[in-house]
């Protein structure tokens, strides 16, 4: 049992580092206006769409539409 368990840990181990591994390689080669179109948010807007769905409020952050539930 406790072979399995290890086993599982460092298998998420080596899976959460191949994500971030490759969305690093991804934010490398995009191009800075990419990425800037990606994290562009309006306030307004953000906040009404989180509200539509359920969410106490919405704010833009420097990853893009937060919102809060």
């Not at 080669?29 to 990419?34: C, D, G, L």
Request: with cysteine; aromatic share 8%; hydrophobic share 40%.
């Amino acid at each position: 049992m406790r072979r399995s368990i290890a086993r599982l840990g460092k298998g998420g181990f080596v899976a959460a580092t191949a994500v971030s591994l490759g969305f690093g390689a991804l934010m490398a080669f995009s191009s800075p206006k990419e990425a800037a179109a990606a994290s562009h948010c309006n306030q307004g807007p953000c906040n009404g769409s989180c509200r539509a769905s359920g969410a106490q409020y919405g704010f833009c952050d420097s990853v893009g539409c937060v919102c809060v539930m």
